[in-house]
């Protein structure tokens, strides 16, 4: 059964740093693109960051972009997001994703907050 752990979250001033870390097990985790996704109170759920199954290619959102980084250790099977330079408006619950051919699957997120 596939399961995806986020950890990493917290309270942060803004202007700081954090590193996300999504574990995952159940799967071939090098077979499969992961994502990062958030989701603000109030609002929907948006892709922040994506990478191929080597992490060879990324992809970002406009908002993020110059800010966060996502990386893969395929050897550990995990995924990171490391976010400088936070602002207020990334506030949000951010979780990891993939979507192998057996489903769309979460985890259960983890709490980032960036206020002064």
């Known amino acids: 059964q596939l399961h995806l752990v986020e950890s990493g979250g917290g309270l942060v001033q803004p202007g700081g740093s954090l590193r996300l870390s999504c574990a995952a097990s159940?799967?071939?985790?090098?077979?499969?693109?992961m994502g990062w996704y958030r989701q603000a109170p109030g609002k929907q759920r948006e892709l922040v960051a994506s990478i191929t199954s080597s992490g060879g290619s990324t992809n970002y959102a406009d908002s993020v972009k110059g800010r966060f980084t996502i990386s893969r250790d395929n050897a550990k099977n995990t995924v990171y997001l490391q976010m400088n330079s936070l602002k207020p408006e990334d506030t949000a619950v951010y979780y990891c994703?993939?979507?192998?051919?057996?489903?769309?699957?979460w985890g259960q997120g983890t709490q980032v907050t960036v206020s002064s």
């Open positions: 159940g799967i071939i985790f090098r077979f499969n693109p």
């Open positions: 994703n993939t979507k192998p051919p057996s489903g769309d699957f």
